[in-house]
């Protein structure tokens, strides 16, 4: 692996499915009566977060502790936008202390980047959703879910291990601002699935050319065909700033009630990257149901972040061998 | 001895001659010209043009001495071939008074490395609202023609137009900042197919092109002179050519930066890149570089634009917009345009043309025997590497680092005095 994640479109076909395969051999620590492996024993990972996000922090917190590493968090309160630290003294007092690997979420696209990139620190970078532009770790888990889910409507292919090929995916909602977006467009994209993104065309990127993947504002039609449909959460700003006329009519046009639910093929899985705004994008019952898989999703969290953890800072061999051990 | 002999010199690229200089002035012309009692530089068949005129600079004195002064800003000027150039109003405080324009004026004249010009604010503050004293400004002993808010955009329509109306009494020139400011709330980069996928917020063509527009008619409504700062889209050239050809009194400005570099930089996301307007894309860079050649854009402004290093090494979203332009301005524009003007056509964009369009009657001029000697001596065949550090300016964000480019300036005269010269030209 790379020595950074900081976007999914880093990710060739076989770097993603040795994430996922790594993380399918990891997800056995969960059922083990003592959840720990001793890997990264005395390896630093530092949770920078300049964002509140308690399930990601508490995510990636509890990965690298099954992991055995010593894990920092860091809620920055201040950044360079509120006048408090900059960045770059951030970054130089954490590699001043030792930081193995940084997981940093900011709400400023390419701070990441910036992080990985400019002469300030050696620790790996891991992207923990860097403003509206990726979240690297959630298109995994993503991935991870669908394939475990629907291992029977995948083709397998030739040879390696079975991506996502002959899926269909439909991510609905604010795709205009969504991190979660635009890195499972490019993931599911490179593992082989069909990508159809849906939303008012307020909330969809004008100029989307270079996507790979399909665009439609309407929702009941694209629904009957796909495998899976992904609603994104409305944030309230979105609201102030008009993008649309009210959450009435967005839920009316957009969210997913029972009714669209029916529309889904028999076997398809619906999911939402949380937190949910229930009777807005997605109704109550429809995230209830048991075509839901939103809650596999959290847990699968936990086994993709370990191995991208176990893949940047660990080994190069079968982290199964470790479990075994 | 004051009297200098630039020997083996080719005026806007003609043919060899020696050039005397005394007094300020040219004082003859010729082949094999006489020594006597001149200092004689040689200049190796190097390139002779008028000093370069910049209607667009940004040296932040006063208010932001740490990133710029007016000093350090002229040292950078000369370095890059200017004689004259003009500072934008936005310092701390705003150059919307007689007061400041006159301290900008001094801090130049005082350092004499090259003229300042200030310009003056249209609006009290750069706040949109209420006009500046603009014909205090013009009475001053800075003589104040150009008024602009650069920076920020005249966006109410009756201000413009009264401001376009008001400055025809003392043949004032308003330099606008096209921007529609409901349209760029927040934004950071050209809105495209590049911040669709870093996820920058986008600054679409049209919030430029949209404040053009209204210009262009307000302008035509009221005969009164427009300029346009830094246009950055083909619309935008398009709709300047358009007006042009019905006799629309507008003349245009583009940027070195705009001319060769796109929003392709912004995948870096270092904030070095980011600028007002944004860097667009290569179909832009072509319809500018179209415009610079058929003189639908008028001249070349550097929009040199100094930041402290905490103002650029920080979150792209965070970091203040421009880079640094003075002193790389004549090598990149040779390096865009060099198969489209020649060194006469270049003259004619960087300093004839903006010399008339401020109304400056000693700068920009043709190189003759009586005309003052605001010269610069270019390398054609050098090529050099931009290195921040090496930069005259206080600041180094230079978008052009590391980059080699050609056509280096070896020497630079203000009225006669060296006011640059490089180690090649060193006696």
């Known amino acids: 692996m790379k020595a950074h994640l900081l976007s999914t479109a880093d990710l060739d076909r076989e770097g993603a499915l040795q994430i996922l395969d790594t993380a399918q051999e990891l997800a056995r620590v969960a059922d083990m009566p003592i959840k720990k492996m001793p890997t990264l024993r005395g390896r630093t990972v530092v949770n920078l977060f300049f964002e509140d996000s308690t399930r990601t922090r508490i995510s990636f917190e509890a990965a690298a502790k099954r992991l055995s590493a010593d894990v920092i968090n860091f809620a920055a309160k201040g950044s360079s936008v509120s006048k408090g630290e900059s960045l770059k003294d ?33 620790a790996h970078v891991i992207n923990a959703g860097d403003g509206t532009h990726e979240h690297p770790t959630q298109a995994l888990l993503d991935a991870f879910t669908l394939r475990n889910h629907l291992a029977d409507h995948i083709s397998a292919p030739k040879q390696g291990s079975v991506g996502l090929d002959g899926l269909h995916v439909a991510i609905v909602g604010d795709v205009l ?32 050319d270079g996507w ?34 009210s959450e009435r009519e967005y839920s009316q046009r957009y969210g997913l009630d029972e009714r669209r639910a029916a529309l889904l093929p028999d076997h398809a899985v619906v999911m939402h990257p949380g937190p949910m705004n229930r009777g807005l994008e997605i109704a109550s019952r429809v995230a209830d149901s048991d075509r839901s898989v939103i809650i596999d999703q959290v847990r699968n969290g936990v086994s993709v972040r370990m191995a991208v953890l176990y893949l940047l800072l660990g080994g190069n061999e079968s982290a199964l061998s470790e479990v075994n051990a | ?84 150039v003009f500072a934008m109003a936005n310092s701390t405080p705003v150059a919307d008074t007689a007061a400041v324009v006159e301290q900008v004026w001094r801090l130049g004249q005082e350092a004499g490395l090259c003229d300042v010009h200030p310009v003056g604010a249209v609006t009290v503050g750069l706040k949109g609202q209420q006009l500046a004293e603009l014909g205090s400004m013009a009475d001053s002993a800075a003589k104040v023609r150009v008024f602009s808010d650069d920076g920020h955009c005249v966006n109410d329509a009756l201000v413009m137009r009264r401001a376009l109306e008001y400055v025809k009494a003392f043949d004032g020139v308003i330099a606008q900042h096209a921007q529609e400011a409901s349209l760029t709330a927040g934004a950071d980069m050209n809105e495209g197919e590049v911040s669709s996928q870093l996820g920058l917020k986008g600054w679409p063509r049209v ?40 006799g629309v009194n507008v003349t245009a400005e583009v940027t070195p930066h705009h001319l060769s570099l796109t929003d392709e930089l912004a995948r870096t996301y270092d904030p070095v890149f980011k600028v007002n307007p944004p860097l667009r894309t290569q179909l832009d860079v072509d319809a500018l570089r179209d415009g610079l050649a058929d003189g639908t854009l008028d001249v070349v402004g550097t929009d040199h634009a100094p930041h402290a ?82 930069l005259g300016s206080k600041s180094r964000n230079s978008p052009f680092a590391g980059r080699s480019l050609p056509a280096q300036i070896t020497l630079t005269l203000l009225r006669g005095n060296i006011t640059y010269r490089s180690q090649k030209v060193a006696q």
């Open chain 1, 90 to 122: 951030t970054a130089l007092t954490l590699a001043a202390m030792g930081a193995d690997a940084v997981v940093i979420r900011h709400s400023m696209s390419g701070a990441p980047h910036q992080l990985a990139h400019a002469d300030w620190m050696d």
């Open chain 1, 177 to 208: 601002h969504s991190r979660v977006a635009r890195s499972n467009v490019h993931l599911l994209n490179t593992l082989g699935a069909k990508v159809t993104v849906v939303a008012p065309p307020t909330l969809m990127p004008l100029h989307n």
């Open chain 1, 212 to 245: 790979p993947c399909e665009v439609s504002y309407d929702l009941d039609t694209v629904l009957p065909q796909v495998d899976a449909v992904m609603m994104l959460r409305v944030q309230r700003e979105r609201m102030e700033g008009g993008f649309f006329p």
């Open chain 2, 1 to 84: 001895m004051s009297a200098k002999v630039l020997r083996n010199v080719r005026p806007l690229g003609g043919e060899l001659v020696d050039v005397l200089i005394d007094d300020g002035v040219i004082k003859a012309i010729g082949a094999k010209l006489p020594i006597e009692d001149a200092e004689v530089i040689e200049g190796n068949g190097a390139i002779l043009l008028p000093g370069l005129v910049d209607l667009h600079t940004h040296l932040r004195e006063p208010g932001r001495e740490d990133a710029e002064t007016v000093l350090t800003g002229t040292a950078a000027a000369a370095r890059g071939g200017f004689t004259a």
């Open chain 2, 207 to 246: 919030a430029e092109e949209s404040i053009i527009a209204r210009d262009l008619m307000l302008v035509q409504y009221v005969d009164s002179r427009l300029h346009l700062c830094h246009i950055s889209t083909a619309g935008s050239v398009q709709l300047v050519r358009e007006a042009k050809a019905r």
């Open chain 2, 309 to 390: 290093d905490e103002d650029k090494d920080c979150e792209w979203g965070c970091a203040s917009f421009g880079m640094l332009g003075l002193q790389t301005a004549l090598s990149v524009v040779v390096d865009a345009m060099g198969d489209r003007l020649d060194w006469a056509g270049i003259a004619d964009r960087m300093s004839v043309r903006p010399a008339e369009i401020a109304g400056l009657s000693d700068q920009g001029r043709p190189i003759e025997v009586g005309e003052p000697a605001n010269l610069t001596l270019v390398d054609p065949d050098s090529t050099w590497i931009v290195d921040p550090i090496e």
